[in-house]
């Protein structure tokens, strides 16, 4: 099953897809995630992609097409995928289906975290991610057992740049322009379900299950 998770920064996206991907055993590919290790390790692409990341800019699509392209070709992912934070745009969505076709396969369904405005400002601004094993944990909503350390790994907990108010305000806006097409594109190929991700993590996990599960179920053509 190949699974998009669509929604504005804080939406919970990297978060169910963790809990979604081990109940599924699913690939999770998040793109934030990828580009994030390659700025730490240094690589071409992680310099080439740092200043877009530290602005809250989006990474230009061909670096970003390019690197999914060679994550979704690695034997993990060939049972299937979460799509988390990949496509940003029609150019990202559409680059994606021609891949996909290529490979004679397609989405099978995009899940649209939706998440009032409030919500995503709490969540960003107490955000706290795992230095080594990338976890995520809110100092409120989701504290770790011992400040500031991981309990899946024991690493050190930080926030992340990009969680500043004033860059999370220039995501937001990033966000803002490009989502309605986004929707829009995926309306029409009937694969897009909307939920309301203000609720409790493990309410919003039940209700993307239910949705693979009626997709499940449901006849294919
Ligand atoms: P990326 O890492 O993808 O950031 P994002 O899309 O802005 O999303 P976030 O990771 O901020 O939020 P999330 O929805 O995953 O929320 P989370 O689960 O962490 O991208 C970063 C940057 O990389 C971009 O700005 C861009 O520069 C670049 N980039 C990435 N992909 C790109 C692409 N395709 N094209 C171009 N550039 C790209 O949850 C947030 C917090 O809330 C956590 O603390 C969590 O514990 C808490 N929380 C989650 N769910 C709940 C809940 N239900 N109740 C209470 N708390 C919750």
Known sequence: MKIILLGPPGAGKGTQAVNLAQGLK???????????????GGTDLGRQAKSYMDSGGLVPDDLVTRMLQRRISEPDAQKGFILDGYP???NQAKALDEMLEKK???IDLVVYLDTSEAV????LSGRLVCKACGAIFHRK??????EMLCDKCGGTLYQRTDDKEETIKTRLAVYKKEVSALI???KAGAKLHCLSADEEAD???????????????????
């Open 184 to 186: 829009q594109y995926y």
């Open 88 to 90: 940003r745009n029609i």
């Open 141 to 146: 909503n989701m504290p770790p057992k011992i």
């Open 104 to 106: 004679n396969t397609g």
């Open 120 to 123: 995503i400002i709490q969540r």
């Open 26 to 40: 699913l690939a999770h590919i998040s793109t934030g995630d990828i580009l994030r290790q390659n700025v730490s």
């Open 203 to 221: 309410m919003v996990l039940s209700k993307i299950v239910q949705l693979t599960e009626e997709y499940n179920d449901s006849p294919k053509v």
